[in-house]
């Protein structure tokens, strides 16, 4: 199998760019990577991620599918069957839906089904969440839907590093991975360093230290996050912030030390709370760190509610000010 | 006797060289070799002048709109426009063609059909200005919210049909959709629903030759879109859809069809979106300016008025008259888009359920909570 292998770069990039150099890489260096979705070819995707990668690679592997999403990941079933590595993009968080029957009935079972003779190495690329001023059905936070299908690993980054390497995790891995790319933060940039970017899936990162309390998330809320950690140090509070980085499989070792050595967490993210990936972080640490907290593991998310049109977003996406209320409930004693 | 015992009773035949049942020969399914047409043929004669400078009138200020609701955008008073320039005469005939008693499912693109029906242009953007999902009232309207995840509302439309035929009312129900939409399982699902249900519904597919980027040479390997109908026992209509009077031709015979108990009739209307495919899209990406410019020839505003004037329907004072039609509704948008909307943080929590959950009611509190020491502060 011929390989082309890519000179590690550094530049400032955003985390469109890393997305964009992570599949590239991934191309050059494995042949049975393909893309498929639409407007991936000759437009590069409606957020450019694929930009370029139909003129490199040609229609075959980064190719304009017809306007189906069950019939584009059903395909990339077929395709994994037969020795390839699709790369699905899925065009909005909303629009992977029809895709959900192929999702969790076979690129979900198919390793269980077969005992293990079957796997299917599928990326499943979803743009998600708000923040965009997208008008409905361009705003969804479907984490929780993901996250509770045995069988899919579910991996969202929040950093440029992160994007360029767990998308290149992701693909290389040999289970099927839904890999939701949080749209807001497409725009964010940083310095790259291609070869230093290397991530596994399945680890947690902590992205501040603080000694008060600490704010356990991910994706799209990761920056709200320690923009709260920067005002609460006027409050006195000092508060670590975690990053997830992979939902399933759950860094239960890393949250738990985390949280005993402070004693107080709070979780965050956009999507719904009821029934959310919230509650099950929230069980998971009172599990393992009940004798160690100071405080009940409180939440702070989206209200339980369909996505609001755009005027109204920021009332419910989770600010600075709904995170601080949460930690000032966090049973201080003077 | 039910509304289902139109299904034969007889075993089907098999197919005969030369049989002309419909369901064995396609031929019946398919009775158009080229586009319908009627500008700028001897047909248009026949049709009533009346109804021509209506259609000429609905076109000239559905160009206008648009217009208006493209700079709106520019302006950041609409969050975004799917501009149905270029294909105003499939619009416009559609809203014609609607009774009152008549239900339209429309998509994101369809907001002039969904003006062209009564809806009050504010309201019927509320989605795209970003302040409401659905700003009228979809059954005082007899129009489904504007549909977003493609084709989800072709089995909707059969539904209701399906329904109304239930209880013996006279109600047809259109749905509209693209021509990438055509592609979704849904809309396959509608039209063997409709067909197997003998349902009065009529399916307007707009191929305007993109959704988004991907040209339809990618889409569908199918002769036409309207081939499609055949393989569920419908007919498969095409229609100039830049020839308004074609187009409510061809949309007329589908209700009378629908209201006689002839069941769905499929309708593709060949057109091209000389716009982005919204204010965030760079059309340059995928096609060429020759391919814009020579649809602009065969404009549908310019097409309508050329020929209707050759045909002395038209003069000047109409046209004029419908330019000032055009500018008043372009007045009363500006005017109306650039007041501040009314937004109502609490209406997140309004019409989830019937009643507010109890976890509902709470977090309303705290939202009202966080606003009153917002304002206090
Ligand atoms: C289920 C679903 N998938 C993807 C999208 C994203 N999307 C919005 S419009 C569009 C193209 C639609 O093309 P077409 O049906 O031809 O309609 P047109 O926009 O040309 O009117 C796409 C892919 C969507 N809205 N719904
Ligand atoms: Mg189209």
Redesign the pocket.
């Known amino acids: 199998m011929s390989t082309v292998t890519t000179e590690p770069s550094v530049r400032t990039s955003t985390m469109a760019q890393a997305l964009n150099a992570a599949l590239r890489d991934e191309m050059r260096a494995d042949p049975t990577v393909h893309l498929l979705g ?1 407007d991936v070819g000759t437009l590069g995707g409606v957020f450019r991620i694929t930009d370029g990668l139909a003129a490199e690679f040609g229609a075959d592997r980064c190719l304009d599918t017809p ?1 189906a ?1 069950a019939g584009i990941l059903g395909t990339a079933v077929g395709m994994a069957m037969y020795g390839l590595r699709p790369v699905v993009e899925m ?2 968080d909303a ?1 992977a839906y ?1 895709a959900m029957e192929q999702l969790v009935s076979h690129v979900a079972k198919m390793r269980n089904r077969t005992a293990g003779k079957l796997a299917l190495p599928i990326t499943v690329r979803i743009p998600y969440g708000g923040g965009i001023g997208g008008v409905e059905h361009h705003s969804d936070s479907s984490e929780s839907y993901y996250a509770s299908t045995p069988g899919l690993h579910v991996v969202t980054p929040a950093t440029v590093d992160d994007a360029y390497g767990l998308l290149r995790a992701s693909i290389a891995s040999d289970d099927p991975v839904i890999f939701l790319e949080p749209k807001r933060l497409y725009w964010s940039k940083a310095e790259l360093n291609t070869a230093a970017a290397t991530e596994p899936i399945g680890r947690a990162v902590l992205r501040r230290q603080g000694g008060s309390a600490v704010l356990i998330t991910y994706g799209p809320s990761l920056p709200v996050c320690l923009e709260a950690a920067e005002a609460a140090k006027a409050e006195g509070w000092d508060l670590a912030v975690l990053d997830l980085r992979s939902l399933v499989p759950f860094d239960d070792a890393t949250v738990a030390q985390v949280v005993r050595s402070v004693g107080r967490a709070v979780v965050v993210h956009e999507s719904t709370g009821f029934g959310g990936v919230g509650a099950e972080i929230a069980a998971r640490v009172t599990e393992r760190c009940f004798h160690h907290l100071a405080a009940p593991v409180l939440r702070v998310t989206g209200f339980d509610i369909p996505f609001p049109p755009p005027m109204l977003e920021h009332h419910h996406l989770p600010g600075v000010d709904r995170i601080l209320d949460a930690v000032a409930k966090l049973q201080w004693e003077d | 006797m039910t509304v289902l015992d139109h299904r034969p009773t007889a075993p089907v035949p098999p197919w005969l060289p030369g049989a002309t049942d419909p369901r064995t020969d396609p031929a019946p399914l398919l009775p158009d070799h080229t586009p319908v047409r009627v500008l700028g043929t001897p047909e248009l004669a026949k049709h009533d002048p009346e109804l021509l400078r209506d259609l000429y009138r609905r076109l000239v200020i559905g160009r206008r709109y648009n217009q208006q609701a493209t700079t709106l955008t520019k302006q950041g008073r609409l969050a975004v426009y ?1 501009s149905s320039t270029g294909q105003e005469a499939c619009e416009v005939a559609a809203a014609t063609v609607l009774r009152p008693q008549d239900w339209l499912f429309p ?1 994101y ?1 369809d907001t002039l059909a969904v003006v062209g029906r009564g809806v009050d242009p504010l309201a019927a953007l509320t989605l795209l200005r970003g302040s409401a999902h659905t700003g009228y009232d979809p059954v005082a309207t007899r129009t489904a919210p504007l549909c ?3 084709a989800t509302q072709a089995p909707h439309a059969v539904g209701l049909a399906h329904a109304a035929r239930l209880r013996g009312e006279d109600v047809i129900a259109l749905a509209m ?5 055509t592609s ?1 399982g849904d809309f396959h699902e509608a039209l063997n629903f409709a067909a197997v249900l003998n349902a009065p519904v009529v399916f307007l597919v ?1 191929n ?1 030759g ?3 980027s991907v040209p339809l040479t990618k889409q569908s390997a199918a002769p036409s879109l309207a081939h499609k109908a055949v393989g569920y026992g419908l007919p498969g209509r095409l229609v100039d859809g830049n020839d308004v009077v074609a187009v409510h031709e061809v949309l007329s015979e589908a209700f009378d069809r629908a209201r006689n108990g002839g069941g769905p009739t499929l309708v593709e209307a060949l057109t091209y ?1 000389l716009d982005a ?1 919204t204010n965030a899209d760079d059309a340059t990406r995928y096609r060429v300016s020759a391919e814009v410019e020579a649809w602009r020839e065969h404009d549908p505003v310019t097409l309508m008025e050329r020929h209707l004037r050759e045909a002395g329907v038209l003069d000047d004072a109409l046209v004029a008259r419908a330019a000032e039609q055009a500018e008043a509704l372009a007045a009363t948008m500006r005017a109306e888009f650039h007041a501040e909307p009314q937004l109502d943080p609490h209406s997140l929590f309004q019409h989830v359920y019937a009643e507010p959950t109890p976890q509902l009611r709470e977090q309303a509190d705290q939202l009202a909570a966080e606003l009153a020491a917002e304002a206090g502060a």
Do not use: K, M, V, W
């Open positions: 639409e306007l999403e065009q909005f629009f029809p | 799917p998509s693109r977003t995840p493609l959709l693209g021509d990438g939409g979704e707009q305007n993109y959704a988004i979106r495919h």
